[in-house]
């Protein structure tokens, strides 16, 4: 890079992509006001992906009536395409989906074990599946995106710790793109959730915001200024191993009393059958019953709901207290149970934020299903593809 050319991180780069990806088609000088760039220099990075056939130029346009018209950037989403995979506990998940993210098919596989090789030969298998499944024609799978929950070096794509995986520093990338031949990148689940809402959901008009997760895990990401923030070792908002309750029950990171230990479905479904609840119901039971359950089932499942509220509602607090976010996104399978701990959820952050953190925060709720879980991940490898085309 010449010394007069100017610096421009690869976040902002991949946000350039974004901005026609999720405002498209749309000029370059509506592009260099909204991140505070030059438009020479938005000129100069959009470049390669023109050539490389990422974007294309339609239309014209003037923002003003005055002067002469612009040309308008699009994506050209059926161009390329891009493999999204979630890890979970119980099974593997799989998307191909364009460059729009735009899910085209879908695979998933229950896991009999959590082994590592294991895990990833599923992967690959569903990988090597849906490209062949698909009618792809010229288009060409640019790489595949994993998403796993836990902490992940995404430099040396490997998970350093997955407590409900049991994995600790199993390398995720390397072997995977051996076995498929594609480039691979890996981040936390939540992470890949966050690019997700800021492209396509509930944060898509917002430039900084937080996704919070529910369901077997409790997770959290960040998103400040349009970046993904990650923190100096991947480890940023950790929102389920906050440690609210000192005296609180064991969590499985190893700790006690974390958010998570008391607000996952596995929380949940603990502390009723602790109070007497059925003990074959799992967390959908327990949401049922507290709606239709006979009277001490339904008082059970009720007060393990509000327990769990409580508890994220702590947490949020702590988030609201020392970020100030405007949006909070509540994401996850255990949104479903939401009309049962929202109340308990939103009293408790009302009741420890200070000042007006609670009243400038919007709470939203997306039941994150497993399709978009996977896209987020796709959206890792649509990001990372890009950001090597602008290096």
């Known amino acids: 890079m010449s010394a007069l050319t100017p610096l421009v991180s690869d976040q902002t780069r991949a946000e350039i992509f974004a901005q026609v990806l999720t405002a498209g088609p749309i000029s370059r000088t509506v592009i260099a006001q909204r991140l505070g760039l030059s438009p020479s220099t938005v000129t100069r990075l959009l470049t390669p992906l023109i050539e490389d056939g990422y974007l294309s130029e339609t239309g014209q346009q003037s923002a003003t009536g005055l002067g002469r018209?612009?040309?308008?950037l699009r994506v050209n989403t059926e161009k390329h395409l891009v493999v999204g995979i979630q890890i979970a506990r119980t099974h593997v998940a799989a998307v191909l989906t364009d460059l729009g993210a735009r899910p085209l098919l879908r695979l998933e596989h229950v896991l009999e074990t959590l082994e590592p090789a294991h895990v990833l030969s599923v992967a690959a298998d569903l990988t090597a599946r849906l490209i062949a499944e698909a009618s792809i024609a010229d288009a060409r799978v640019l790489g595949v995106g994993v998403g796993v929950g836990g902490h992940v070096d995404v430099a040396d794509g490997v998970c350093r710790s997955a407590v409900r995986l049991g994995?600790?520093?199993?390398?995720?990338?390397?072997?995977?793109?051996?076995?498929?031949?594609?480039?691979?990148?890996?981040?936390?689940?939540?992470?890949?959730?966050?690019?997700?809402?800021?492209?396509?959901?509930?944060?898509?008009?917002?430039?900084?915001?937080?996704?919070?997760?529910?369901?077997?895990?409790?997770?959290?990401?960040?998103m400040l200024h349009g970046v993904l923030h990650s923190g100096a070792g991947g480890l940023a908002v950790e929102f389920g191993h906050l440690p609210i309750e000192p005296n609180g029950p064991d969590c499985a990171c190893g700790n006690r009393g974390c958010v998570e230990a008391l607000a996952s479905s596995d929380a949940v479904v603990r502390m009723f059958r602790e109070a007497g609840g059925r003990p074959d119901a799992d967390y959908d039971a327990v949401a049922e019953i507290a709606r239709t359950g006979t009277e001490v089932e339904r008082r059970a499942a009720l007060d393990a709901f509000t327990v769990a509220g409580d508890a994220l509602g702590r947490g949020l607090a702590c988030l609201c207290?020392?970020?100030?976010p405007g949006l909070i996104v509540i994401a996850g399978e255990g949104v479903v149970a939401y009309e049962h701990f929202g109340p308990a959820m939103t009293a408790a952050l009302e009741r420890h934020a200070v000042s007006t953190a609670a009243r400038d925060c919007v709470?939203?709720?997306?039941?994150?299903?497993?399709?978009?879980?996977?896209?987020g991940a796709a959206c890792l490898a649509i990001r990372e593809s890009v950001r090597a085309r602008l290096a």
Request: no cysteine; glycine share 10%; hydrophobic share 50%.
């Open 363 to 375: 709470i939203k709720v997306d039941e994150a299903s497993e399709t978009l879980w996977a896209r």
């Open 69 to 72: 018209p612009q040309r308008l």
């Open 321 to 324: 207290n020392l970020l100030n």
């Open 167 to 222: 994995w600790t520093d199993v390398a995720v990338a390397a072997p995977l793109s051996a076995a498929t031949g594609l480039p691979v990148v890996v981040n936390n689940d939540v992470n890949a959730l966050v690019i997700a809402e800021r492209w396509f959901g509930e944060g898509r008009e917002v430039d900084s915001f937080a996704v919070v997760s529910v369901g077997r895990g409790v997770g959290g990401a960040l």
